[in-house]
C-alpha cells in the first residue's frame, strides 16, 4: 500500500513527472470527502466473476488549478480478449444540509456538508485548486469472456498552471472462471414521470405526456435501471387508464399502460409489474384508507379519494377490477401482475385495507397482492410481504412463517430505518448500500424495494435534503434520489453502482449455496452479524470476496 497525505505546501510521492498534481487509486467503496487530505493508495487487481462490472476509482489533487481534465482508458485485454471500457465519469458533490436523526455509529462526518454520488459523464472537469477530484472507471465483463488476468492503461491529462500534462495508470482484473447466474432477486426503484422531471430531463423543456420524446426519455430511465438490476417496475393502470364515463358505466383505454409495458420489458428488462396503488390514507398517518377515483371535471378526468363505501368508489372499483384483469389476460401478463393496495398499512388503518383488498379478491380471486407493509395485521390478504427493514426484524419469525406457508418475502429503505441499519443514506459509507443485498441472503429476503429512484427537487445537484409534507419528516440525504438527470439521459450515482455490485454479491452467494452451503452462510455471516451490525472494513470484505469467487472455481 502507497499512503498519501495532500497538503498545500509539500505533495508527496505522485504518479506524475508533475511532482504539483497528486493522483491515487483508491478501493471504489471509499467515499472521498471534499475535505479529505489523506489518501491510501490501493492498485488491488479488482477479482470478479464473468457477468459482473470491475470499478476502479482515483483521486485526483492539484496545488494550482487544472483546466480540461480528461480521462482517457484502453480496452482490458489479455493475449487473447478485449473488454471494452464502460463508464468513465467524474464523481460529482451534492449538498446534504441537514443531519438526521437517530445517526448511525458509521455515519461519515463531512464538514462542508458536500457528498460524493452523482456519476458525472462528461468529457472534460475543471477542477479548482487544491480540490478533490474522484474519477470513476468500470468495464462490465460479458459472461461469455474468458477467464484470465487483464490489463488497462488509464490516462488523465489536462492543463494545469500554464502546461498539459498526461498521468498514465495501469489497472488489473482478474476474471474468475465463475459466470454470474441470471438474476433471481427481485429489485423495485419507484420511479416519477412528473412535469418536473421530465423537464430536468430535456434541458429544462417541457415535455408533452406521451409524445415522441417523452417515450426516449421512459426508454433512458429503463435502460439505466435495467443495467443496474432493477427488474420490477411500478406501473400503474389506474393512472394510465384513459376513461370515458356515462352515467354510472365506465370505459377503459390501457393504451398508454400497454405502451409503457411493452418499453419496459424491452428496454428494461421487466419481469414483473408492480401494479399501482389503488387508494391512500384519507387524512394523516393512522387515518384509514380511500380509493382514488376517476371523476370527469371539466372534461378532464380528476381523481378523488373516497372510502370504499361511497357509491361512486365502490361502482367504479366493480367495473375497473373486472376489465383491468380480463386485459391484462389478453396480454399475457397476468402472471406477472401483483396489485398493490395502499401503502405502509400500520395497525390504525388494517381494518379498512382488509376491506379494500377484500373486495379486489372478491372480483379477481387470482389477482396477487404485494405492498410495502409495517403491519401483520393484515395477514390474509398480502401474498409479497415488503416489510421495513426495521419491521423485518423485530417480526421475523413471523415472515418466516410466511415463507413456510408460500408467501414471498422481501423488504424495504426508505427515509427509514435510520440508526445501525445499512440505507442508502449519503453519510452513510458506501459498504453499507452493497451491504443490503447482503441481507437479502443472510436472512431469506428474496426481493429488495425503494421508493426513491429520481424523487428529484428543482435543484438535485444542489440541496439533497427535504421535506416530505405529507408525513413532516425530514428526507435524509440521498433518500429521495440515486440517480441524477441529464440532457436526455440520466446519471448514475456511486450508490447505484454499489447496489448494482450487491445483487451480483448476492447471485454468487446462492451460487455458492449449491455447492457448498455451510460456507456461503458463513462468509454471509462474518459480513452481516445480524439485521442492523456489519464488518464494515473494506479490505476484509474484498477478502471475503475473493473467497466466494475461489470456492466457486473449484
Not at 396480454?331 to 401483483?338: G, R
Not at 413532516?472 to 440520466?490: C, E, F, M, Q, V
Request: hydrophobic share 35%; with cysteine.
Amino acid at each position: 500500500m502507497k499512503y498519501s497525505i495532500i497538503i498545500p505546501i509539500l505533495l508527496l510521492t505522485g504518479c506524475s513527472a508533475n511532482p504539483e498534481i497528486e493522483c491515487v487509486q483508491l478501493d471504489p467503496l471509499e467515499k472521498v470527502l471534499k475535505e479529505q487530505i489523506y489518501f491510501e493508495e490501493n492498485a488491488d487487481t479488482a477479482a470478479v466473476a464473468k457477468g459482473e462490472t470491475a470499478t476502479f476509482q482515483f483521486v485526483l489533487r492539484s496545488i494550482h488549478a487544472i483546466q480540461n481534465l480528461k480521462i482517457e482508458a484502453t480496452d482490458l485485454t489479455d493475449e487473447n480478449q478485449a473488454i471494452p471500457v464502460g463508464v468513465k465519469a467524474f464523481v460529482g458533490y451534492v449538498r446534504q444540509g441537514r443531519n438526521i436523526p437517530d445517526q448511525s455509529k458509521d455515519r461519515l462526518i463531512s464538514a462542508s456538508g458536500f457528498f460524493p454520488d452523482p456519476l458525472l459523464e462528461l468529457e472534460t472537469m475543471d477542477v479548482p485548486a487544491m480540490s478533490n477530484q474522484p474519477v470513476w472507471i468500470n468495464y462490465p465483463v460479458s459472461r461469455t469472456a474468458k477467464d484470465g488476468l487483464y490489463t488497462a492503461e488509464v490516462t488523465f491529462s489536462g492543463k494545469q498552471n500554464g502546461k498539459s500534462f498526461k498521468i498514465r495508470k495501469i489497472i488489473n482484473v482478474k476474471v474468475y472462471p465463475v459466470v454470474l447466474p441470471e438474476q433471481t432477486l427481485w429489485v423495485t426503484n419507484w420511479f416519477s414521470l412528473s412535469e418536473n422531471n421530465l423537464k430536468l430531463m430535456n434541458g429544462g423543456q417541457p415535455v408533452t405526456p406521451y409524445s415522441e420524446r417523452y417515450w426516449e426519455l421512459v426508454k433512458a430511465l429503463a435502460n439505466k435501471t435495467r443495467d443496474h438490476g432493477q427488474n420490477v417496475y411500478l406501473i400503474s393502470p389506474l393512472h394510465l387508464c384513459e376513461y370515458t364515463v356515462s352515467g354510472t358505466k365506465y370505459g377503459f383505454d390501457f393504451a398508454n399502460f400497454d405502451k409503457t409495458v411493452e418499453l419496459f420489458i424491452h428496454e428494461g428488462n421487466l419481469k414483473r409489474i408492480e401494479g399501482g396503488h389503488l387508494g391512500s390514507r384519507l387524512s394523516d398517518w393512522s387515518s384509514q384508507f380511500g380509493l382514488s377515483t376517476p371523476v370527469m371535471r371539466d372534461g378532464k378526468t380528476r381523481f378523488e379519494l373516497k372510502p370504499l363505501e361511497n357509491d361512486t368508489a365502490k361502482t367504479f372499483l366493480s367495473q375497473f377490477i373486472p376489465a383491468l384483469t380480463q386485459h391484462l389476460k389478453e396480454k399475457n401478463w397476468d402472471k406477472i401482475y401483483w396489485q398493490h393496495i395502499a401503502d405502509e398499512p400500520t395497525g390504525d388503518n388494517a381494518s379498512s385495507y382488509i376491506a379494500i383488498a377484500d373486495e379486489v379478491k372478491r372480483m379477481a380471486p387470482d389477482l396477487e397482492i404485494i405492498e410495502a407493509n409495517h403491519s401483520r395485521e393484515v395477514q390474509n390478504t398480502i401474498r409479497v410481504w415488503v416489510p421495513q427493514l426495521n419491521f423485518f426484524h423485530t417480526d421475523y419469525p413471523f415472515y418466516r412463517e410466511r415463507q413456510r406457508q408460500g408467501d414471498e418475502v422481501w423488504f424495504y429503505t426508505c427515509l427509514a430505518p435510520k440508526g445501525n441499519y445499512a440505507n442508502r443514506f449519503l453519510e452513510q459509507p458506501l459498504i453499507l448500500t452493497r451491504t443490503l443485498h447482503w441481507i437479502n441472503y443472510r436472512f431469506g429476503a428474496t426481493g429488495y424495494l425503494h421508493w426513491g429512484l429520481n424523487y428529484w427537487n428543482n435543484n438535485p445537484y444542489g440541496e439533497t435534503t427535504g421535506i416530505n409534507t405529507e408525513g413532516g419528516n425530514i428526507l435524509p440525504g440521498g433518500d429521495s434520489w440515486i440517480t441524477y438527470p441529464a440532457d436526455g439521459k440520466l446519471f448514475g450515482s456511486i450508490r447505484f453502482d454499489a447496489m448494482r455490485d450487491g445483487i451480483a454479491d448476492y447471485e454468487l452467494l446462492k451460487l455458492l449455496e449449491k455447492t457448498h452451503p455451510e460456507e456461503a452462510r458463513e462468509i454471509a455471516r462474518t459480513h452481516v452479524y445480524r439485521f442492523d451490525w456489519y464488518d464494515n472494513n473494506i479490505a476484509a470484505f474484498r477478502q471475503k470476496r475473493i473467497k466466494l469467487l475461489e470456492l466457486l472455481s473449484e
